[in-house]
């Protein structure tokens, strides 16, 4: 079994800053991708930023500048900088990776954390 649990989200200050931190555990040979992906109610989930084992980033190109993604292989935990928050950036952040375990690459989902982003 594989778990990603998501972790850093609250409410900040527009303009405010905030780190989420996504930590898998389990039967884990290796994370070839951790992405983050956001979402409000009525809309689809948005992908935000990810990162490949090789340390290839790529980020939606309203976070550009803003956000930064990273991952510590040994510990297993990918990590979403976010700076210079926008109200319209609340959200549930979720993080999304694929795990080689067995063999077998499969994609996981944590549970989803809450970003509220309001004065």
């Known amino acids: 079994q594989v778990q990603l649990v998501e972790s850093g989200g609250g409410l900040v200050q527009p303009g405010g800053s905030l780190r989420l931190s996504c930590a898998a555990s389990?039967?884990?040979?290796?994370?070839?991708?951790m992405n983050w992906f956001r979402q409000t109610p009525g809309k689809p989930r948005e992908l935000v930023a990810g990162v490949t084992s090789s340390g290839c980033t790529h980020y939606a190109d309203s976070v550009k500048g803003r956000f930064t993604i990273s991952s510590d292989n040994a510990k297993n935990t990918g990590y979403l900088q976010m700076n210079n928050l926008k109200p319209e950036e609340t959200a549930v952040y979720y993080c999304n990776a694929d795990i080689l375990r067995k063999s077998v690459t499969s994609q996981y989902w944590g549970q989803g954390t809450q970003l509220t982003v309001s004065s």
């Open positions: 389990g039967s884990i040979f290796s994370i070839r991708a």
